[in-house]
């Protein structure tokens, strides 16, 4: 089945498993010679899923169709690896399938929706061993999934792309990832040797190890083959062994750590896993986690975990990311208050990254979205997720597609640049899902800027007016420009051009957990507009998606104000407006961004750019001689024409935070303040404000 991507967030605290039952070892093969082999060009072969008693259509299981199913995949006599028959798939629509049929890992015959939930299956211990010949057609691709569920379409355990180039790529929703080669255009083995209890996914090409993994999703019910578009590959000498785990009386098993990633200093709060694969009941135990030095344990009690539940630990504690990447050791002990085991599985590894985040960088993500798209949920989620671990240094956009907060120019320029919806750009790189900002924004943060910039702003009628002042870092050569954005956050609206639709309620395709803790499977499948608000609305862009050609070339220490109109519409909320600035390389990237809110652009003061004047001084025109000097500055700034009714002179930083509360004096000691973008405010005893911007080298 063609993979939907879901965003598959757990808040559950117990993940309940059949109790310990010894189950039985069994193993299959089909090699597919027992049934009748089609031959070109018109004579047709038996439908597998319909003439054999192990293989099932994906309709039928998922559904309920009955024969002739509609998806299912004839049996060829031509192209086999062992004679005289195998199966062969083939894109028939040009976008993928309709062939798409499932082998079950258990021996029952005839498998139908009636009695698919008393099927041994899902494994989720013991080791499973699966096997195929496979030819992919030369220049072509082939696709197969492990299914985790006995319903097929809840959670793909593996997805497995073959390229046409010899690539094969492995993954799943929940972060898994594996890479290996394979002989295009040749037969070739291909098998998998998954030992659930240890979580160890290993794959074999013609019976040579291509490494291993540890699968996210660590358990699997079936083999699912299906066309994706351009496929085109024949199967034979299909076969799989299953040995059940045995079990010792205690054994707590370390059975997972979530991924730790981060930036560098950030704080992270642990989440393992620890499954009872033992026999008997755990009422309680400590797990400790061991990261750069330094350790902290949870101790949990007051269970009655019986034999192969999970139960997931949320530490309270926190550990704070290094930069680099670093080993994060868990290990799990003092079990029902002291007994021991003997088993080997109470330890766990994984490597933690925390990144350098370079000073002044924020990293830009568009979303496109619309109110119409049911999947679209997932974005507005995974939005909200990079605001809660990554506010100050990642600014979202949403561009909404065909719904009353729709920005023709935004949405037009975005569109032809995505796939589909939702889908996304970071720093307008390649276009992905949602769920995988963080992948992209941590790949981008280090990137040193070659400008920041910082905006300035005021309102003239229906028009707001824009400068952004960009203070450069790095050289900056041609064919580089500056686009301004206005985002909105926290927008509602009565009536049903509000609604959202939302296909994950009733959690059909999974949960979907935002971070207040909601669910969006327990919402309705149209979530009407009183339940919605709307964030980071994109309200406007200027000039133009591309954006505005800077008039030049820069060096390190040059300034450039450049400015920007934007009609207001009266229903938009000043107070939750952001006003986000993209310097955008000649590779059409975006090198750097930039967030300021309405209020502290307003505070900085709008530069006219058609004058040398440096600010515009709303508050108090009559002190517009005062001026700041030399600027940029490197450890001394001297204040000209300074009156004698000052009261205070403070300089904030670009987040609107105060580093300096200075002597009331016209020269200031700004040695301590690192490079960058600044705000002098002089405030009079009649509490006038007099803003001024400058820059630190």
């Known amino acids: ?154 959670q793909w355990a593996l997805e497995v792309n073959l390229d046409a180039t010899g690539g094969m790529v492995m993954t799943n929703t929940s972060g898994t990832n594996f890479s290996a080669t394979y002989p295009n255009g040749q ?88 499954r009872n694969f033992g026999q008997n009941p755990i009422t309680s135990f400590d797990v400790t986690v061991d990261y750069n030095g330094s350790q902290v344990t949870e101790n949990v009690t007051g269970l009655n975990l019986t034999s192969l539940q999970t139960y997931q630990v949320n530490f309270s504690n926190q550990i704070t990311l290094a930069t680099g990447t670093l080993p994060v050791t868990a290990f799990v002990h003092n079990i029902n208050g002291g007994m021991t085991q003997n088993t080997n599985d109470d330890t766990l590894s994984i490597a933690a990254t925390g990144t ?29 997720w990079m605001d809660e671990k990554y506010y100050g240094y990642w600014q979202g956009i949403a561009v909404h597609n065909g719904d009353v907060m729709t920005d023709t120019d935004y949405d037009v320029g975005l569109g032809g640049l995505i796939s589909g919806y939702p889908s996304g750009l970071v720093d307008r790189g390649s276009d992905i899902d949602p769920a995988d900002f963080e992948i992209d924004f941590l790949q981008r943060i280090g990137l040193t800027p070659k400008a920041t910039m910082v905006a300035g702003a005021y309102i003239d009628g229906n028009t707001m007016k824009v400068s952004l002042t960009m203070s450069v870092n790095q050289t900056i050569g041609a064919n580089h420009k500056l686009a301004c954005v206005l985002v909105e956050d926290s927008v509602t609206g009565t009536g049903p051009n509000y609604y959202q639709a939302n296909y994950y309620s009733g959690g059909a395709n999974g949960s979907l957990v935002d971070v207040d803790g909601t669910d969006w499977k327990n919402k309705p499948s149209n979530v009407p507009d009183y339940m919605m608000v709307y964030r980071h609305v994109a309200r406007g862009i200027a000039p133009n998606f591309n954006g505005q050609i800077l008039p030049q070339m820069y060096q390190t220490g040059d300034t450039e104000t450049i400015c920007f109109e934007f009609n207001i519409d009266p229903s938009w909320d000043l107070n939750q407006m952001h006003i986000v600035g993209m310097l955008i390389d000649n590779t059409g990237r975006v090198n750097n961004g930039s967030s300021q809110s309405y209020a502290e652009a307003l505070s900085f003061g709008w530069v006219d750019c058609s004058s040398s004047t440096e600010a515009i001084n709303l508050e108090g025109p009559e002190h517009n001689n005062i001026q700041a000097y030399p600027n940029p500055a490197n450890n001394t700034l001297y204040i000209d024409n300074l ?55």
């Open 187 to 274: 037969w070739f083995e291909l098998k998998f040797v998954i030992d659930l209890s240890m979580n160890n996914w290993e794959v074999f090409v013609d019976n040579v190890s291509q490494g291993s993994f540890a699968n996210t999703i660590n358990q699997i019910s079936s083999i699912d083959l299906y066309t994706n578009a351009n496929s085109e590959f024949w199967i034979d000498d299909v076969c799989y062994d299953y040995q059940p785990a045995i079990l010792d009386p205690l054994n707590a098993q370390l059975a997972g750590i979530d991924a730790i990633a981060g930036l560098a200093g950030q704080q992270r709060e642990p989440i393992v896993d620890i």
């Open 356 to 384: 350098y985040a370079a000073p002044g960088k924020i990293v830009v993500g568009e979303e496109g979205t619309g109110t119409w798209c049911g999947w679209c949920p997932r974005g507005s989620v995974a939005m909200n």
């Open 1 to 154: 089945m063609k993979n939907i991507y879901k965003l598959l967030t757990s808040l559950l605290l117990l993940t309940a498993t059949n109790a310990y039952a010894q189950l039985p070892s069994i193993n299959f093969c089909d090699n597919f010679d027992s049934y009748v082999g089609g031959l070109p060009p018109f004579a047709a072969g038996d439908p597998i899923a319909e003439t054999s008693p192990n293989w099932n259509s994906w309709a039928e299981l998922l559904s309920g169709a009955t024969a002739p199913f509609s998806d299912d995949c004839e049996v060829s006599a031509t192209e086999y690896y062992s004679a005289p028959n195998c199966l062969y798939f083939i894109d028939q629509t040009g976008t993928g399938g309709p062939q798409d049929i499932l082998l079950m890992f258990d021996n029952t015959p005839n498998i139908t929706q009636s009695n698919i939930n008393t099927l041994i299956t899902p494994y989720i211990s013991g080791v499973l061993t699966y096997s195929h010949m496979m030819k992919v057609v030369s220049g072509k691709t082939g696709y197969f999934n492990f299914q985790a569920e006995n319903t097929p379409g809840v």
């Open 643 to 697: 009156p004698e009714d000052i009261n205070s002179i403070k300089i904030f930083n670009i987040e609107g935070k105060l580093v300096l509360d200075a002597a009331i004096n016209n020269i200031l000691d700004i040695s301590k303040l690192k490079e960058g973008l600044y705000q002098l405010k002089i405030t009079t005893k009649d509490n006038l404000e007099i803003n001024r911007k400058i820059v630190k080298n």
